[in-house]
């Protein structure tokens, strides 16, 4: 028989899998909900790490039309303040400019209702909401002239599971990561969690850890051939 690559696993194996590790074969102590939370509250955690130290795993793009006579704009529902990366203003799209952010404590420096033609100089900032905590809004600064097209590189939010079918979104290799640190999180309430499930989890984090930081790439480029000197 040939060897195959491993396939992605699917919220009911993780299921199966917390069972073995929690020893709750029956599913008499934590229900599918109860494992869910736990296996969502896991792929979070694992999401925010990526998002932190290396954020091009998790970078996505959208597109906004800021509108000369609207100042602030309300930002796409899925976009949330603390996830933006970078903003350009890419109206001329021969010609994209990355825009620079400020405090919102230094609007007190620009003159919001002055309309600059050129775009060199313009900025952004942030803004809570004025209507629902879904729609935080950016400020262009100077106010621009003309309808304005800005391209927002932000952090997407985690994964979630919530179907039996649904597939873990992380490659296979971290399904042990996933299930083991799902049972950790129903264990911990009562200290259940044993020493070997612990180092096996400290010993997968690190892995998982070293495996995204070498997906990022190397920060130096080898200029001298291996084996020359």
């Known amino acids: 028989m ?8 699917t919220l009911q194996n993780i ?23 736990a296996i ?8 925010t790490e990526i998002a ?11 597109e906004l039309t800021y509108s000369s006579s609207t ?3 309300d930002l796409p529902d899925a976009i949330g303040l603390e996830s933006i990366y970078r903003v350009d203003d890419i109206t001329t799209s021969a010609n994209p ?4 952010y400020v405090s919102p404590l ?3 420096e620009f003159e919001s209702t002055t309309i600059l033609e050129h775009h060199a100089r313009r900025k952004y900032t942030l803004l809570g909401s004025t209507t629902d905590a879904q729609s935080p809004r950016i400020l262009l600064l100077p106010k621009p002239s003309i309808a304005t097209t800005l391209k927002i590189y932000y952090i997407a939010t985690p994964y979630y599971l919530t179907g039996a ?3 873990s979104p992380l490659s296979p290799r971290w399904v042990e990561l996933i299930s083991l640190g799902a049972a950790m999180k129903l264990l911990r309430r009562d200290e259940e969690a044993t020493s070997q499930q612990m180092m096996s989890y400290a010993r997968l984090w690190s892995q998982f850890k070293q495996m995204s930081r070498r997906q990022r790439g190397p920060r130096k480029i080898r200029r001298r051939r291996r084996g020359l000197s």
């Open 40 to 47: 969502n509250n896991q792929l979070i955690e694992m999401g």
């Open 71 to 73: 100042n602030p704009v």
């Open 165 to 167: 079918s649904d597939t």
């Open 97 to 100: 400019m990355q825009l620079s």
């Open 2 to 9: 040939v060897a195959t690559r491993k396939t992605f696993e």
């Open 106 to 108: 230094e609007l007190d």
């Open 15 to 37: 299921r199966d899998r917390i069972k073995n590790d929690t020893g709750d074969l029956d599913g008499e102590r934590w229900s599918d909900a109860n494992m869910d939370e």
């Open 52 to 62: 932190i130290s290396y954020p091009g795993d998790a970078l996505v793009t959208a």
